[in-house]
């Protein structure tokens, strides 16, 4: 059992560099950065090679959570090393580390919630999973599948379509709030609210 006080860490995923800013690989520094947003918080260099923003979470009073939000910059495949680094600096328990991430079998801008299991073929979760263990929970956001034979590789790191970027405002702010939700309400309440 994990202890109330202990601070949350929220590893948004994704690859550092303007050229990759607008990926669908991205999505998780998208929620991340809404994050910071709302802490009135600025992302600053973490000895740990990541950016991260330290803040709090629900309403003023004992009931807010103590929260770093946390962005890697070593490149998705080697997400574990920074992440690893800060839950031992901030001493964060596994069981307070959620990660936010893409998901290709979901569709676009859908939410599913959960606690540990596979990575699924995603490199960033595989290597989280490989530094920490499985048992962190996952924001997976809906990116769907690739059209006809597109490599999932090249669909990824593409930008979000046109008719994609109309709803990903929402569908990012939806997320902010799911891991809101997860932190000041648990796991249960965040399913039943956003698995969509």
Do not use: C
Request: hydrophobic share 40%.
């Amino acid at each position: 059992m994990t202890d109330e006080a202990s601070p949350w860490l929220v590893v948004g995923l994704g690859n550092p560099g303007p050229e990759y800013a607008a990926n669908r690989h991205n999505v998780g520094f998208m929620v991340a950065d809404l994050l910071a947003d709302r802490m009135r918080g600025r992302f600053k260099a973490h000895k740990s090679r990541a950016q991260v923003v330290e803040g709090r979470v629900g309403a003023p009073g004992p009931a807010s959570r103590r929260v770093i939000v946390a962005k890697p910059m070593s490149f998705m495949n080697l997400s574990g090393g920074p992440t690893t680094a800060l839950r031992d600096f901030y001493k964060v328990p596994v069981g307070h580390v959620i990660a936010v991430h893409d998901e290709l079998d979901i569709d676009y801008g859908a939410l599913r919630l959960k606690l540990g299991g596979g990575d699924n073929g995603h490199n960033g979760l595989k290597s989280i999973t490989k530094s920490l263990s499985p048992d962190y929970f996952r924001v997976r956001f809906g990116i769907g599948r690739p059209p006809g034979r597109m490599d999932v590789a090249a669909f990824v790191l593409k930008d979000f379509s046109a008719a994609e970027r109309k709803e990903l405002d929402y569908f990012v702010d939806r997320a902010a709030d799911a891991v809101e939700t997860l932190i000041v309400d648990g796991l249960e309440r965040a399913q039943s609210t956003y698995n969509s």
